[in-house]
């Protein structure tokens, strides 16, 4: 079996505003493997990025882990000091922010920003230093690597900004890579390019990646194992062949259904009834009971247990207990 690189155990994570607390992260639970790619997605507002953030230790100032672990290696990254986290961040972990645009700084060259996040993790100078940005540029697809570094990132396309961004995040040859949302606002064209990108370099340098999106559509081909969140929580996780194709939560179902397919043209899209929940005032239930066109009495006072569907796949939803105990009525001797 592979080695578990990281694990996030029971982590909470809340944002105090004027409104009351908000609670992001509500108990999240994961293991990522050595060269596994791990993807989690969800809406807007689910706790994905808080979820990468919070690995990282780079929230606002108003928000906080409360409690939970982050092991890496073995080691709880939540206690370490301030100094053992800036080791960490690039060197062990690193993270490929949405907005190329607005991550990198609009005052300096490509050359300055990338050499700086060499120096900070290696013991690199001069030419040596000159050489590896070159290397990252070259090995990310990037075209004419000595006159990219001298532009600034306002000179280059939607797509070569993501591209330096991924250079940035691979320089110290990282074990884990977070890539949060990285084909946002791109074209499908980029998107595709990016996404196979990732997947090549992961491929190559054997690191384990988190891929952090709103789309299941994005990662079908791209991931080992799916984690799907709703208000802070795990709805539902597995392989992607059982999310995609063995689905057990009403809002895993959901966001299926609001993925165009592409072999039957004519089918309508389906949009998830309601608006997102008020993390500020969370159900007694379950998270998603107040959308769920199935949702039963309990789930709007008891909160699902997970349930083993199989070894490689597991959900969230009362659904599968009332199906399971009407299986058990139909079969008393299925026990």
């Known amino acids: 079996m592979k080695e578990i690189l990281l694990r996030v155990d029971d982590l909470h994570t809340t944002f105090k505003t004027d409104k009351g607390e908000v609670q992001a992260v509500n108990g999240l639970s994961f293991d990522l493997h050595a060269g596994e790619i791990l993807g989690i997605v969800g809406e807007s507002g689910s706790g994905k ?107 280059l396309s939607g797509g070569m900004r993501q591209r330096v961004m991924i250079a ?29 990108e990732i997947q090549k370099l992961q491929k190559k340098m054997g690191m384990a990646v988190i891929l952090v999106t709103h789309d299941l559509g994005v990662i079908a081909n791209m991931c080992d194992d799916i984690i799907v969140m709703y208000g802070g929580k795990v709805c539902e996780r597995g392989t992607a062949d059982e999310i995609f194709y063995n689905s057990k939560h009403e809002y895993t179902k959901g966001l299926l259904k609001s993925i165009p397919n592409t072999t039957n043209m004519n089918q309508k899209l389906e949009p998830i009834a309601g608006t997102p929940i008020n993390l500020l005032n969370l159900p007694n239930g379950c998270s998603f009971c107040t959308r769920c066109k199935n949702a039963m009495k309990i789930c709007l006072t008891e909160p699902p247990e997970e349930l083993f569907i199989n070894d490689n796949h597991i959900a969230s939803c009362w659904m599968n207990v009332k199906e399971a105990l009407e299986e058990m009525s139909e079969n008393p001797e299925v026990q």
């Not at 290696?73 to 100094?83: C, F, M, P, W």
């Not at 990198?104 to 050489?131: M, S, W, Y």
């Not at 990285?182 to 990016?194: E, K």
């Open 168 to 196: 940035m995040a691979l320089a110290c040859e990282p074990d884990v890579l977070i890539a949060d949302e990285p084909t946002t606002a791109l074209d499908v064209t980029i998107q595709a390019q990016i996404l196979e």
């Open 49 to 155: 990025s808080v979820t990468a953030y919070s690995i990282m230790q780079i929230l606002a100032d108003n928000g906080s882990v409360k409690s939970g672990k982050v092991l890496y290696k073995g080691q709880n990254i939540l206690e370490y000091s301030a100094d053992e986290m800036r080791k960490f961040r690039g060197k062990c972990c690193s993270i490929i922010f949405q907005d190329p645009m607005t991550s990198l700084n609009p005052v300096f060259t490509i050359g300055n920003q990338l050499k700086e996040a060499i120096k900070l993790h290696a013991d690199k100078k001069g030419k040596e230093l000159h050489a590896r940005a070159i290397e990252m540029l070259e090995l990310v697809g990037i075209n004419e690597p000595e006159r990219r570094l001298k532009q600034y990132p306002f000179e």
